[in-house]
């Protein structure tokens, strides 16, 4: 499958956050984060959010998946897969640019190989 996406990826702490949100600010677009952790509410230092990244000459640049679960809660792989596509679908259909940005790999790989997830029952003990 292929997309109409810009992916911004790399190690941690290199700029991966400011350069999308210039860019999205540059190509009217929005950011769907591929981090694993940024995803958690309160993790705020250890994870790097930076989210003063996301305002551009006063604009504040549109995200998804910062802050959006509390720990202990579970965000995995699966979580992150079908949330993107949302938000991918909501960004097209709002004529903006997407923008992927992120430095979990796992994340990442499942966009950009298309891996094909499913849905499975989890038994909670």
């Known amino acids: 499958m292929n997309y109409n996406l810009i992916t911004i990826l790399g190690p941690t702490a290199v ?3 400011k350069l999308a949100a210039q860019l999205a600010y540059h190509f009217n677009g929005e950011i769907i984060s591929a981090d ?8 705020d230092i250890g ?11 006063g604009k504040q640049i549109k995200h998804y998946l910062i802050d ?7 965000f995995n792989l699966f979580d992150f897969y079908k949330n993107f596509f949302r938000y991918y679908h ?19 790989s499942s ?4 891996y094909d997830l499913k849905e499975v029952e989890n038994e909670k003990e």
């Open 111 to 114: 966009v950009i190989q298309n």
């Open 15 to 17: 700029g991966k956050t």
């Open 47 to 57: 994870t790097g959010k930076d989210l003063s990244d996301y305002l551009i000459e």
């Open 90 to 108: 909501q960004i097209i259909t709002n004529h903006k640019t997407p923008f992927l940005a992120g430095g979990t790999g796992l994340y990442l």
């Open 68 to 74: 959006v679960i509390e720990l202990p809660e579970e």
């Open 36 to 43: 694993s952790r940024q995803v958690y509410k309160y993790l």
